[in-house]
């Protein structure tokens, strides 16, 4: 069993596991901290499925799926949002977009890594990823440009690296605690994780209050494994100061389609559409998001030729 959980926090700071992919927000107005948790198992599993990942493949991605969808959760609209994490490591690109609504996508450049730590036995994700390179943020709000943003990458294990870039980028002292439990057959056993962001008004005491309970606080992915639910991980830190605003249903979900490749294909030259067609005899293309393949005979790749 590979155990996979990080926090790190920029203020210096049976069949109970079987429950759905959610996440929570909520505040806490005593501590001056808003804060977000999810349970993300089986859309993690699902990505599992869909790319044959190995263990450390699985952490690395599942990581950064739960940071990427708490940080849709953020949004107050349903702005396009995609994380593109490279830190020269042997997985190279981590990729995941969502629309802000509960549903991801993502891949792995290399699926087939898995390295450990000797010490501990923990997945090694910083070894896969690497951290000589950056974490990138692009939100597309629907406007002429899409606003991106970028960090250096810190560690390459996702949980340090997301708390870096809120404070670099959004200049919002964060806990990001991310993590994935894998068991010995490579399937998911537990993933998800929780943000806790000071606010504006936030105090010293508020600070030191997050920095002690952080001290030694339990893995994430264990505390999941357990049976918690994000809703009790929470309550472990602030008790019934808590008060959860929302809820939201999460799940991997691709939407490519044959009519998506088609309008992609139109872009191509023309030669190289001509050679497909007389040379190839048709096209295969294949969704990197889900592993999805589709057939493109003559007749179908004569008609976008015409198109063009």
């Known amino acids: 069993m590979y155990d996979n959980s990080t926090h790190t926090d920029d203020c210096d700071l049976d069949e109970e596991n079987n429950m759905k992919d959610y996440l929570v927000r909520g505040l806490v107005n005593k501590r001056n901290t808003r804060v977000f948790a999810c349970t993300t198992k089986n859309l993690v599993n699902e990505a599992r499925e869909h790319h044959d990942l190995w263990p450390c493949a699985s952490a690395a991605l599942g990581r950064t799926m739960s940071a990427t969808l708490m940080m849709g959760a953020m949004n107050k609209s349903n702005d396009k949002l995609t994380v593109t994490i490279n830190g020269g490591g042997p997985i190279g690109t981590v990729l995941t977009t969502t629309n802000c609504d509960g549903k991801i996508k993502g891949f792995v450049g290399d699926p087939h890594v898995h390295y450990t730590y000797n010490d501990s036995g923990k997945l090694a994700v910083g070894v ?62 537990s993933s998800g994780g929780f943000i806790l962001q000071l606010l504006p008004e936030a105090t010293e005491e508020d600070i030191s209050y997050l920095e002690e309970k952080m001290k030694n606080f339990p893995a994430v992915s264990e505390l999941l494994n357990e049976g918690k639910t994000p809703e009790e991980i929470l309550e472990m830190i602030f008790g019934d100061e808590l008060e ?39 096209a295969e293309v294949k969704c990197q998001f889900c592993g999805k393949t589709y057939q493109f005979n003559e007749e179908d790749l004569q008609k976008i030729l015409d198109q063009k």
């Open 244 to 282: 959860i605003l929302a809820s939201q249903d999460l799940s991997f979900e691709c939407d490519c389609s044959k009519e998506k490749f088609e309008q992609a294909m139109i872009t191509l030259p023309s030669d190289q559409l001509e050679a497909m067609i007389h040379e190839d005899h048709g």
């Open 128 to 189: 896969c990823v690497g951290n000589q390179g950056s974490l990138q943020v692009i939100r597309d709000m629907g406007l002429k440009e899409p606003v991106t943003s970028n960090v250096p990458l810190q560690t390459g294990e996702i949980g340090d690296d997301f708390a870096y870039f809120f404070m670099a980028s959004e200049q919002v002292p964060s806990v990001v605690s991310v993590g994935v439990l894998v068991d010995d057959d490579n399937t998911v056993l």
